[in-house]
């Protein structure tokens, strides 16, 4: 991850360190998505997602709305948050731009620029070492060009 896409003008406070956001993005399991259809209209959906240390990397029904959206439109906003109460809450916000990756649907050739985020898809949700595909996802690799993050839990030990 550049530093460069890190973009913290307010709240550095509570912001999390870069080794803070490597380790959330890794280790976070669901994602939420915002696109926009061809009518302007904002779209969210939760998603699971690996981080490579430098893309986001979302495996999505190539028949979804979001999935039409993104490929029409490849800006992109993902939020992966979490915590109840007010002092608990922190997250990562990641907006930029997103791309297809491999064969539509995802098939059983070869890609290279797939085996990673497979392999950390497959350790992460199946604990296995084998991503197994099933002829209705794709995928999709978010390029981040602004990063910003909070933790208040930072605030509450201040």
């Excluded at 991850?1 to 973009?7: E, F």
């Excluded at 926009?36 to 979804?64: A, E, Q, Y």
């Excluded at 604990?127 to 981040?144: A, C, I, K, Q, Y």
Aim: glycine share 8%; proline share 4%.
């Amino acid at each position: 991850m550049q530093d460069s896409v890190i973009t913290q003008k307010r709240g550095r406070k509570i912001a999390m360190t870069t080794d803070e956001i490597q380790t959330y993005l890794t280790e976070a399991r669901v994602c939420r998505v915002a696109s926009v259809d061809s009518n302007g209209t904002p779209h969210v959906s939760p998603l699971w997602f690996v981080w490579d240390g430098t893309h986001l990397w979302l495996n999505s029904l190539v028949r979804s709305q979001r999935w039409t959206d993104l490929v029409r439109d490849p800006r992109i906003a993902v939020v992966v948050d979490g915590g109840e109460a007010f002092a608990e809450l922190h997250g990562v916000e990641i907006v930029g731009t997103t791309e297809t990756v491999g064969e539509i649907p995802r098939g059983a050739m070869p890609v290279d620029d797939l085996v990673a985020p497979e392999l950390l898809f497959a350790r992460k949700y199946s604990n296995s070492e084998t991503f197994r595909t099933d002829g209705r996802h794709g995928w999709l690799r978010v390029t981040p060009s602004k990063i910003v993050s909070w933790d208040f839990r930072k605030a509450a030990g201040s």
